[in-house]
């Protein structure tokens, strides 16, 4: 994203786009891919909610999110695209507000990677984690990432 100090994220957040809904795709690549042809999509609140859940010391992956979404709604899973891009809205909207604080930060890519599209990037996602006891790590020497260390023994369980 861009301009993000002249978006109205808490605006987005409330913005449904005719969501929750389902489409069913017939690309025999993806359905392969996803495990199935019905696709949900969540409306940007529902990932508030979530990451609201998120105790302390505790993480959770955007894929856990869309498998939590995609099991609730008997939907083979939840559209990826949308995922990713929702949950850096809900990232953006709690930085936005002075109250009701998401704790977007718990919140990890696939594998436990910190996500530089939260607000102030990596930096911030890994003073707040290490705050809260994880340790952070690097991998990749020219394509640098930062990971949370065993990060699968502090996953938050959704159900």
Excluded: C
């Amino acid at each position: 994203m861009a301009n993000e100090d002249k978006k109205d994220f808490n605006a987005m957040l409330h913005n449904n786009k005719d969501m929750p809904k389902f489409q069913i795709i017939t690309d025999q690549k993806s359905i392969e891919r996803y495990g199935g042809s019905k696709m949900y999509f969540a409306p940007p609140i529902d990932y508030d909610e979530v990451m609201k859940k998120i105790p302390y010391g505790k993480v959770i992956t955007v894929g856990k999110i869309r498998e939590y979404f995609a099991e609730l709604s008997g939907a083979d899973f939840t559209e990826p695209i949308t995922a990713g891009i929702f949950v850096s809205i809900v990232a953006w909207a709690s930085y936005q507000r002075s109250e009701d604080e998401t704790p977007y930060w718990r919140t990890l890519k696939a594998n436990g990677e910190l996500n530089a599209k939260y607000p102030n990037g990596i930096e911030a996602q890994k003073e707040k984690l290490e705050a809260e006891g994880h340790a952070i790590i690097q991998k990749g020497r020219k394509n640098i990432r930062y990971y949370v260390k065993d990060y699968e023994n502090f996953l938050f369980d959704l159900k």
